[in-house]
């Protein structure tokens, strides 16, 4: 009965510390899933604090109190709070250095500047709070737009003639007949280089492109300091694309799907062309049209006179590309013809820039064209539609001056182009 008895006890011990280890483990394991619960939920929260925007960039579009509505890059509208406590700093467009920037008061902003918004992570309020605001003023903005539009206008535009990728040099050939000449291009690390898109001549739309994406025969359009001479310039930006110009007369035309048919003189070949209502079109007036042609096949018999009256080693008005070449035009505005002025009202030429005229021609609507009738255009290639950019008709005469093959070449697409871009 003794050993019986003990070996229950000993088995009641055992049987106890068996429950006590058990519940032991228990214990810890609660405990332990607490702490995990702990952590969990401090990471998440952590997590959403990471995910929600800690900045935003964007206009001022309404101003309410403390308050303001800003439309975002990203994500539409926003509300921040600016408490008085909050920095609010003024910079230049393109400034990026913070310690040049000027401290202004809250009631200094206004609807159309541009804002940083700094978030304060410690705010509990509804309405998120700013801890910091950096502005670029809009007037500050416009005054920018105001002078890189004037230097795409100054600038050269023209068609590629080399590219030293490895030098960062690039020839355009600007002008047509004898205003052509070439301009050296310097690009640097600083450069901004664009390319447009495919099918598109809108400068918004143009990608970010390394120099090497530029070709021969390219339309590219330059700002930046130039040469006291013109002759070159060191580039802040450049935009450039392939484009086609096209010579011939219209086979048909049909304005419900917006298209016409052009037999191209140089192919012999029949061309459908989109015409989208942004389309610059334009007719040149008669006289307009045989004064540009006078002025074309004058300058060209004379810079041949020339070249050969100097046994040949004269310089002469080379640069124009070969008929049909796949070349364009980017943007600069219709009045940025670089030199010279028209002549009176007859629309003679006295020695300048015959491009600037085409900008003063009148312009016209698809359905003002006739079958038959003779244009010049610059048109983009798509998938695969070929779509026009710009459009001239009245061009009978000048499809008689071999010049007027790159008349077009340097033609500038107005409102699509560079000139339009917003600056940021």
Known sequence: MEISFRKNRLAYIAGGNRLMTRTIKIRVSLAAKSVLLSIAGFFAASLLQAQAP???????????????????????????????????????????????????????????DRVLVKLDPNATGATPQAAQIIAVKQEDLAQKQQREKEQWQ?????????????????????????????VAIHVTKA????????????????????IDSIHVGDQLQARGTASPDGNEITADEVVSGTFLNIS??????????????????????????????DAQMRRLPDRMAQGIAMFL????????????????????????????????????GAGSAQTGAPGGPGGGMRGG??????????????GDLTKGEAVMLVATQGAPDVTAVSLFAGVEPLLQAPASQSLLSNWSMGSGGAEGASAQ
């Not at 018999?301 to 980017?330: I, L, V, Y």
């Open 248 to 277: 011939g007369t219209i086979t048909s035309l049909d304005a419900g799907t917006s298209t016409l048919v052009v037999k191209d003189l140089a192919t012999k070949k029949q061309m459908t062309i989109h015409v989208p209502e």
């Open 297 to 332: 096949k004058g300058n060209a018999a004379g810079a041949q006179g020339r070249s050969s009256g100097s046994g040949g080693s004269g310089q002469s008005s080379a640069g124009a590309p070969p008929q049909h070449a796949a070349t364009g035009a980017p943007g600069g």
């Open 154 to 182: 100054r600038g050269p535009h023209g068609l590629v003639k080399s590219v030293d990728s490895a030098s960062g040099a690039i020839v355009v050939t600007t002008g047509a007949g004898a205003t052509a000449k070439p």
């Open 353 to 366: 820039d015959p491009q600037q005229l085409l900008s003063r021609a009148p312009a016209i609507k698809l």
């Open 191 to 210: 450069t901004v280089l664009r390319r447009y898109a495919q099918g598109s001549v809108r400068f918004e739309q143009a990608q970010p492109a390394p």
């Open 54 to 112: 800690l900045r935003f960039v964007g206009s001022i579009t309404a101003i309410s109190g403390t308050t303001l509505t800003v439309k975002t890059d990203t994500d539409g509208q926003r509300q921040v709070d600016v408490p008085s406590e909050a920095s609010v700093k003024r910079i230049a467009p393109g400034q990026k250095d913070l310690s040049t920037a000027a401290t202004i008061t809250f009631s200094e902003l206004a609807v159309g």
